[in-house]
């Protein structure tokens, strides 16, 4: 009871209570998120089967490499954070390993940002953003960019969230403020960047394959 005495917050009386309670409460969150990002992601099917052709012209005008860069420091950001939630987990003392991990999931989620907003910028040179100087003449082609900007525009705002909880264990458990072995907000902050992960796995091949099949 000693090890965990610390992590104990009103009103629990129970480490094991609290524990269960904040990991039921995040996947009640996390199941609203997959119907909010599956809403959108079926309203991007059924306008696509609506319009293949202008959507798979406009797929081609996405950058690939910016989409496939990006898969790859998520997933291994997935990786470093899963390592910092078992380590935490495992009750051992490995406080350097949780704190390397927290740091680099940070810097890989930072460098997201910071290709996404390379990308941002190339979208907006092409003239790739609704209105009246759009580049491509097919008409269903601005639905696609308008669905393309506002699920990764609301995928990177779910990032930014995920960087500020992470890096607010990391900065706590630097400081000694709080306690990482054991700590059952680093599982809770892991199931919610593993989400937005999981997201974005689905986002890449909507975004980045149609029309480049052949």
């Not at 000693?2 to 094991?16: D, H, N, Q, R, V």
């Not at 990991?23 to 099917?45: D, K, P, R």
């Not at 005008?61 to 496939?68: A, F, P, R």
């Not at 954070?81 to 935490?88: E, F, K, R, Y």
Request: charged share 15%; aromatic share 12%; hydrophobic share 50%.
């Amino acid at each position: 009871m000693s090890e965990t005495a610390g992590l104990i917050k009103e009103p629990w009386e129970y480490f094991e209570r609290q524990r269960e309670a904040g990991t039921f409460g995040i996947w009640v969150f996390l199941a609203s998120e997959v119907l909010f990002f599956g809403a959108l992601i079926l309203t991007y099917t059924v306008c696509r089967l609506d319009n293949v052709q202008a959507f798979a012209a406009a797929g081609r005008e996405t950058d690939i490499w910016y989409g496939t860069i990006n898969t790859a420091i998520l997933l291994t950001s997935s990786l470093t954070m899963a390592v910092a939630s078992q380590a935490a987990a495992s009750n051992e003392g490995l406080r350097r390993l949780i704190l390397g991990c927290l740091a680099a999931t940070v810097a890989l989620g930072i460098a997201f940002l910071v290709v996404k907003g390379f990308e941002y910028k190339e979208d907006i040179e092409k003239h790739l953003v609704p209105g009246s100087q759009f580049a491509l003449k097919e008409t269903a082609a601005q639905l696609f960019f308008a669905l393309y900007w506002l699920v990764t525009g609301v995928h990177a705002i779910h990032l930014t969230i995920g960087i500020v909880m992470v890096s607010r264990l990391a900065l706590l458990g630097y400081l000694r403020r709080q306690q990482l072995d054991a700590n059952p907000e680093i599982e809770v902050t892991a199931l919610y960047w593993h989400l937005v992960d999981i997201v974005w796995i689905f986002l890449y091949p909507l975004i980045y394959l149609p029309g480049r099949a052949s």
